[in-house]
Nanobody, 116 residues
Framework: QVQLVESGGGLVQPGEFLRLSCNAS????????MGWYRQAPGKQRGLVAN???????NYADSVKGRFTISRDNTKNTVYLQMNNLEPEDTAVYYC??????????WGQGIQVTVSS
C-alpha cells in the first residue's frame, strides 16, 4: 500500500501560480501511475492530469497549456505546476496512485482557491 500526502495549496489571485506536491510513503512511487484530480463544490471529481510510469502525460482540456504534471521518483514525489490560475480552477485537489486502471490510493485532498 502507498500513502499519499498533498501540499502546496492555498489562496491566490487570478493569473498567479501554485505548485502542488504529492509525497508517497510506504512503497516506491515508481511502481505507480500517478494523477491529480479535483472536485469543486457541487461537482463530481474529475481528472486534471496523469503521468504514467514511463512519464507519458495526459491533461484535461481545461488545463492544457497551463498545468504541468511531473514526477521525481528519487524523492517519491509528484508535482502539479499550475500557472495562470483561473477562478474555475478553485477546487479540492487529490493525488491518486494506480496500477493500470486499478486505484491503489488517494490523498486526503488539498484546497486551491483562486479569487480576487
Amino acid at each position: 500500500q502507498v500513502q499519499l500526502v498533498e501540499s502546496g495549496g492555498g489562496l491566490v489571485q487570478p493569473g498567479e501560480f501554485l505548485r502542488l506536491s504529492c509525497n508517497a510513503s510506504g512503497n516506491i512511487l515508481s511502481f505507480y501511475a500517478m494523477g491529480w484530480y479535483r472536485q469543486a463544490p457541487g461537482k463530481q471529481r474529475g481528472l486534471v492530469a496523469n503521468i504514467s510510469r514511463g512519464r507519458i502525460t495526459n491533461y484535461a482540456d481545461s488545463v492544457k497549456g497551463r498545468f504541468t504534471i511531473s514526477r521525481d521518483n528519487t524523492k517519491n514525489t509528484v508535482y502539479l505546476q499550475m500557472n495562470n490560475l483561473e477562478p474555475e480552477d478553485t477546487a479540492v485537489y487529490y493525488c491518486h496512485a494506480a496500477i493500470g486502471t486499478r486505484t491503489v490510493s488517494w490523498g486526503q485532498g488539498i484546497q486551491v482557491t483562486v479569487s480576487s
